[in-house]
């Protein structure tokens, strides 16, 4: 299995407040698990930098000039009471949009069978106008939007398993039937968003929320009854991962009780249906995950999934 794994330390150059949960030692989590032995046979690229034109399919181009006007000479501003910029931010969520269009380009060609992106700021509480949740730009649909520009995809399907709902995603493709959204997610919780009940325009949203303290179990049946079959009966011509890790049991801002097995099982799971609608094309786009020792190893067990381990 051939897997391209994208990163760039221009992510570092994104900082937050002290103490704030989304902080550049996640990023360097990531790559210290990535660099042990078992992983030698990634594929690895430097994230490339991404262009307005790549993020304005997803976003207002005047959006976009809007965070780059904010972005300050020196030290921090904050856009709202939880997402921050600093002059590295720009750079930064620009990179990331550009890696998830590099990992949808090599995929979609056959150079690698999927890809992981390891990138900050994460995306998927972007809005279609609005930055918010840590989030400036919404990678995942950039990757999508740029799937169908570039590529010709029909069809794609973008599954989220971060414990917060990505109401960014479900923003932007809300009246859109082209994209399917499956989200599982713990709920209430920020940002509030992602009930049963929100369905899309098309019945293109599937929303399948978790209560406070579900286990594995839980969300594996949830992802057997509602996600996994919606994604095969969209037959996507590519599946995006918004992989974040925060359903970790070991994670601060959330009460779900996954382990590293579960998020292992959920990624071969959706590479087995990939498989059979998709060709296997798999983009997995890292966002959330706070406790650096259940992000290390939840990512290390969905990398080696990735590579078919």
Known sequence: MRTLYLSHAAYLDH????GHPERADRLRAVEQV????????????????????????AHPRAFVEHIRNQIPA????RLDSDTTVSPGSYTA?????GAACQAVDEVMTGLVQNAFS????PGHHAEHMTAMGFCLFNHAAVAARHAQAVHGAERVAIMDFDVHHGNGTQDIFWSDPTVLYASTHQMP???????LGETGVADNIVNAPLSAGADGAVFREAMESRVLPAIEAFRPDL???SAGFDAHHRDPLAEINLVEADFAWATRRMMEVADRVCAGRVVSLLEGGYDLLGLSRSVGAHVQALMGH
């Not at 900082?15 to 002290?18: F, S, V």
């Not at 020196?74 to 501003?77: A, H, K, Q, S």
């Open 74 to 77: 020196e030290g921090l501003l």
């Open 93 to 97: 969520a620009l990179r990331a949009s």
């Open 189 to 195: 919780l920020y940002p509030g968003t992602g009930a």
């Open 15 to 18: 900082h937050t407040p002290l």
């Open 34 to 57: 990535l660099e042990r032995e078992e992983f030698q046979d990634l594929i690895r690229e430097q994230a490339p930098l991404g262009t307005i034109d790549q993020v304005a399919r």
């Open 239 to 241: 599946l995006i991962i």
């Open 118 to 121: 390891a990138h900050r700021p």
